[in-house]
Each structure stands twice: as C-alpha cells, then as structure tokens.
C-alpha cells in the first residue's frame, strides 16, 4: 500500500526551501506586495477600483421601497428572503410600507421538524456502520441553520405564518451558536440510543425514546426561542392611519388572508453545470428536507441564461425573486458589491487561480452557501446589465442593506432561482413531471443557504 512515507513520495527539501526564499527575495515586485500586505488588506490590494467605483446601483426596474432585514448571527437567510418574499404581497393587502413576518416562528417549527427529519433518517440507515459515509454525514450535518426553498414551504404549508409582533425575536433566534450545540449533542446522542434498539429489536423502547427526544428537542426550543402562539389577536393601523382589528387569527389563516401567491406554483430553478446532468432534467438530493412525509426538495436544472431571463421578466412584472448563490467571491460587502472580476488575485500572487463554474463544483471551491431577494434589474435593449439585491444582513452595507451585482457575477456565483411554473415552457413543465436524478447525501446541490 502506498503511504507518504514510501520512496516514490516527493518531499520538501531544505535545497528547494532555500531556493524558493531566495527567489521571492529576489523579487522586487513581490517584496513590495509583501510590505503592502503586512500593513492593509490583500483584498484592498487586490481590488480593481475603477471597476468597483463604475458598477452603478441605479436600475431601471425596482420593486422595492421597503427597509431591509436582518437576520444577524444566525444562518435562518433562506428563512428571511421566502419570507420577504411573501411579505411583498403582504404590504399590499395590509397597505402598509413596512412589515415583517415572524423569522423566529418560522425557524422553531423547522428546527422541531428537522430533528424528527434526523432521527427518520437515522432509523432508516440503522444497519450501516458509524462509519458509513451516508451515516457519517447525517451525524455532521444535523442541526444548522440553513435550507433550501422547498423546505421553507414545507413549513408555511403546514404551520403558516404570524407577523413579527407575534412572535418576536429572541437573544437566542438571532445568535443561534449555543442553541445549535445543544441541539447536536441531544440529537447525536438520541441517534446512538436509537441505534442500539433498533439493533436489539426493542420496538416499543425505540418508540419511547423517540418521543422523549422529540420532547426535549421541543422543550430546548421553547425555552431558547419562546412559545409559538396557535392563534393571536391582530390588529394593526395601515399608512392611511386607519385602524383595522381583525380579530383572532391562526397562523394558517394569517399566511392565507395576508399573501397573495399560491406557493405550491412555484419552483427552484438551479444550474447545475456538470455535464452528467443534462439541462431541462430534475434532481433532488437524498435526506435533504425537513419535515416528514411532505414533498421533497425538487430542482429543474436549466441554462443560467434562461434563469436570469425569468427572474428578469418576473421582476419586471413586479414580483421579487428567491435565489441562491454562492456569497463569498468577488464581494465587497461594506459597499455592497458583486462583479466577477472585482480582485485580481492570480496577478497579486503570480499564480494560476481561474476555475469554470463547473470545475469549482466538481472540486468543492463553489457552493450555495446564502439566500437573498432580487428586487430590481437593469435593462438595456432587451439585455440585464446589473441586479438590485435585497440581503439580510441588516442596513449598515450597501445602499442602507441592498447590494448591487453585476450580470457577470450572476453567471458564475448564482445556483438558484426561484419562478411561478406558469413562467416555464410547456416542455419544461413537463420535465417537473419525470422521476428525479436522485443525488448523494453529500452533492453539492444539496448544500443549505
């Protein structure tokens, strides 16, 4: 068996080491960089400035006239862009200019559904080994805070929706580190104990303690994030100064009164650029969901030209759109900008950098990793040129919280978009009807937001 240690492998000498030092030393561009670099940012160093300075934040089509969200030391963006989503449409119906949905309601449900989801999952996989890639990756990946589109549906669908007021934030669903902790630890301990009845045949023990560590999943929660009402009394003044008092609501009656799209007609377009994947096909990921017994999540996987075209003519429309990308690359975040060529890394360093979309995939250097709202596009003959963001990380970058991106960025560092069904072709719709490509655990496309 080869091992680091055999002959044929290559080790760093004291030869090379030497040799390498007095290259860079020799260097007089690269001992400037380094001076530079001691002192201020690489990004600072890097960045093209007459790009950044050039990319204006004016569209012409905007939706907005809302102030952003925050989401703060929590991972719940994909939970904060669903949810305003729905609260464009709200505003309407209520007339007001400023509304927000309850973030902290929605994310108790879900974390309560996932842990049932975990331990579903860890039943069904009980005769693998701890070891076991599959089993492995369950025990990593059990309690953040990210998720996908279809999850967040998932919970409004069966639990519905109540307005902030209702149930506000807490020290807890706005710092979510310690309470994640002590979900893992519960949970992962719960899976060994379920592990063991399963393998000694102890049915109704396995049923007992998976009540009782649902039980304590809900007793965390309730603790960290506070009780979720299951009716509340609404009453509210719109922009007109007229006071409305609507009586009491259940949460499910709220999400129906006070939005104005079906979500079950709406569907996560992704680009996926690897080529065992063909274009107009549908995947899903296994083990990738939330709440028992609901649908999956469901990608089509289209041309990323045709997801900018539908997002494009879906904000045109007035509708913002749910989307998903990569965050990190090419950003500035303090003055809120995206430009796929913004830092020249590769000619800072002297060193080959450049990955395709594809191979970034392949080699785990791109993923989704953050869920925003579209809410404005610029058209010029027919062609986007930039994108109006809404983020959630609060009013302090950016344009007091929105972001600008280029159309470039969009190409390599955009995975998802989400768009009404009735904006597909009759082809495409079709498509969401055959049986999925069921994709690893693992797949990238199944990384949360």
Not at 276 to 297: D, F, I, M, R
Not at 319 to 337: S, Y
Not at 357 to 379: C, I, N, P, Q
Not at 387 to 394: A, H, I, K, L
Request: with cysteine; hydrophobic share 40%; net charge negative.
């Amino acid at each position: 068996m080869t091992t680091i240690t055999d002959a044929t492998a290559t080790a760093l000498t004291t030869g090379q080491l030497a040799e390498l030092h007095k290259s860079f030393a020799a260097d007089p561009v690269l001992k400037r960089t380094q001076n530079a670099i001691a002192r201020v940012s690489v990004d600072d160093i890097a960045i093209d400035h007459q790009l950044a300075t050039a990319l204006s934040s004016t569209v012409s089509n905007r939706i907005d006239d809302w102030k952003v969200t925050n989401q703060k030391k929590s991972g719940r963006c994909w939970l904060f862009a669903a949810l305003n989503l729905l609260r464009a449409g709200a505003k309407e119906v209520l007339d007001v200019k400023e509304f927000e949905f309850s973030q902290n309601y929605a994310m108790y449900f879900d974390k309560l559904e996932r842990a049932n989801y975990f331990l579903e999952s860890i039943l069904e996989t009980a005769e693998r080994t701890e070891d076991d890639r599959l089993v492995s990756y369950l025990l990593q990946s059990v309690m953040g805070d990210g998720g996908q589109w279809d999850m967040a549906v998932n919970i409004f669908t069966k639990y519905g929706a109540v307005p902030k007021s209702a149930m506000p934030e807490t020290e807890s669903s706005s710092n979510t580190g310690r309470m994640n902790s002590v979900l893992c630890l519960l949970l992962r301990r719960g899976a060994q104990e379920l592990r063991l009845l399963r393998e000694t045949g102890d049915a109704a023990g396995e049923e007992h303690a998976r009540e009782r560590i649902i039980k304590e999943v809900h007793r965390i929660l309730t603790v960290h994030l506070g009780t979720p009402p299951t009716q509340f009394e609404w009453e509210y003044t719109d922009d007109k100064k007229a006071f409305h008092r609507e009586g009491v609501l259940t949460p499910q009656q709220f999400l129906a009164k006070y939005t104005t799209i079906a979500l079950k007609d709406y569907v996560c377009l992704v680009d996926d650029p690897r080529a065992e994947h063909p274009k107009g096909s549908t995947l899903t990921v296994e083990h990738l969901g939330n709440v028992v017994g609901a649908a999956p999540v469901l990608y089509l996987n289209v041309d990323i030209n045709l997801a900018k075209r539908l997002a494009k003519e879906a904000i045109v429309d007035g509708e913002p759109v749910w989307f998903g990308c990569d965050v990190g690359p090419q950003m500035v975040r303090k003055d809120g900008i995206w430009d796929a060529r913004l830092y020249d890394y590769a000619g800072l360093y002297g060193a080959e950098l450049s990955m395709d979309k594809e191979t970034r995939v392949r080699f785990g250097e791109s993923a989704m990793t953050h869920a925003m709202l579209l809410t404005g596009v610029d058209v010029l003959d027919g062609e986007t040129r930039r994108w109006r963001v809404e983020n959630s990380w609060g009013e302090e970058n950016g344009e007091q919280g929105f972001y600008t991106m280029a159309d470039n960025w969009f190409d390599e560092y955009v995975f998802e978009v989400v768009v009404n069904k009735a904006r597909l072709s009759p082809e495409l719709r079709r498509a969401l009807e055959a049986e999925p490509t069921v994709l690893p655990a693992w797949d990238p496309m199944g990384a949360l937001a």
